[in-house]
């Protein structure tokens, strides 16, 4: 792209801040459950009709593909659409209208900076040597909206050559991105065991098969998978995230429900993993007399950066927005994003760029009922993303 038009569109960022900033808060104020974001897609349509950039819905709820531009290369940018079940305690005068629900991950702030720099590249349709689309994603926070919206075709037609995506990241001041080459997130799956002993009168366990306690062996038994399987310097995470039976206090439970997530830095990693929970806890059931049932649910692959879209996106904000202001990562995070079904169907980059505002403290944390992103970071998603599309 010629400089003096990525001039123009620096110059314009106070112009993308005025649509982000309209676009945040309307979407902060009404925020909706992953597959339920009809509401969102239904006003971010109508921002694309009444400014003629060419979109489409896709079926079921799927999400939105947005196209500016008539060739060339062309970039893919991603946001998110859903939010999660958190009663919001910020105090913000644009806070949640609907009681439970809030974009506590920052997905508000991802989508109104997609959306807005689609905006702003829109003025200069005609001038742009390249073609960018919008991968306007439901769901992220749940069953993997990115799959379905590549199954669907939204990478084709025009092909995308690349693709980028952002996350918020509170840990590090307004003005900053972090990134790393190769795999910056992990591969997660996520599982339920149903343990089935026998109920009977808590006065006379021998009568029956306790299923808290079976359980209780398995949680413990559990966690020497991670201790003594894998090599210590192999990040691997297995937790047990909710635990539910028995009915009343001089019962012996006869069933037990436990919920939790396995995450590795390799989907091969995380397959050898499972194999082990599902021996470990059907054979400590087994030698109680009980049954353990184990259950998997399709989680994320790793996400991976490809290393030479990442060291080109590094080195131009490093330019942009000054040598300190881009903090490599040094080591990946064992957080999962289904982004990286992107990056696994074309070649990107995914960043994180800071929102701690000053004054703000520790209370600042992804999915808290008191998450509030110094609105100023989406400025340098802004640029990041003009960077990402000039690359």
């Known amino acids: 792209m010629q400089n003096s038009l990525l001039e123009k569109l620096l110059a314009d960022t106070d ?24 509401g969102t897609i239904k006003y971010i349509t109508e921002i694309f009709n009444e400014n003629n950039i060419n979109h489409t819905v896709l079926p079921d709820g799927a999400g939105i593909v947005a196209t500016v531009g008539h060739g060339g290369k062309c970039t893919g940018l991603r946001a998110e659409l859903d939010a999660l079940p958190v009663t919001e305690m910020t105090g913000l005068e644009f806070a949640s209208q609907n009681a439970g629900v809030m974009h506590a991950c920052g997905h508000d702030v991802h989508l109104a900076s997609v959306v807005g720099t689609m905006l702003v590249l829109k003025e200069y349709e005609d001038e742009l040597p390249f ?31 690349e693709v980028y995506g952002i996350h918020v990241d509170p840990t590090i001041p307004v003005g900053s991105i972090t990134l790393m080459p190769g795999v910056m997130n992990a591969a997660v799956k996520n599982f339920e065991i149903n343990v089935r002993g026998v109920s009977c009168h808590g006065a006379h366990p021998d009568q029956g098969i306790d299923a808290i306690v079976v359980s209780a062996e398995i949680i413990t038994a559990l966690q020497s998978i991670v201790s003594r399987s894998f090599a210590p310097t192999t990040p691997v995470v297995l937790t047990i995230g909710t635990i539910q039976g028995g009915t009343r206090l001089n019962i012996v439970c006869g069933e037990v429900n436990m919920t939790g997530t396995l995450r590795a830095l390799s989907t091969d990693v995380i397959e050898t993993l499972a194999g082990r929970l599902e021996d470990r806890a059907q054979g400590i059931a087994r030698s109680f007399g009980a049954e353990a049932e184990v259950i998997f649910h399709a989680g994320y692959p790793e996400l991976h950066n490809d290393p030479e879209k990442t060291a080109l996106l590094s080195g131009r904000c490093r330019k942009l927005l000054g040598e300190d202001k881009v903090i490599p990562m040094n080591e990946p995070s064992l957080g999962a994003d289904d982004f990286a079904y992107f990056t696994k169907a074309a070649p990107g980059c995914y960043f994180n760029v800071g929102c701690r505002g000053e004054g703000q403290g520790s209370e600042q944390v992804l999915h808290s009922e008191y998450f509030s992103p110094d609105e100023e970071c989406m400025k340098v998603a802004y640029k990041a993303f003009l960077m990402c599309i000039t690359q």
Request: overall charge positive; aromatic content about 8%.
């Open 15 to 38: 112009k993308f801040y005025e649509h982000a900033l309209k676009i945040r808060r309307h979407v902060h104020r009404f925020p909706e459950l992953s597959t339920k974001e009809r």
């Open 131 to 161: 073609t960018v689309k919008a991968f306007l994603q439901p769901a992220e926070e749940s069953v993997g909206g990115a799959e379905k919206m590549i199954s669907l075709g939204c990478m084709k037609d025009p092909d995308a050559d």
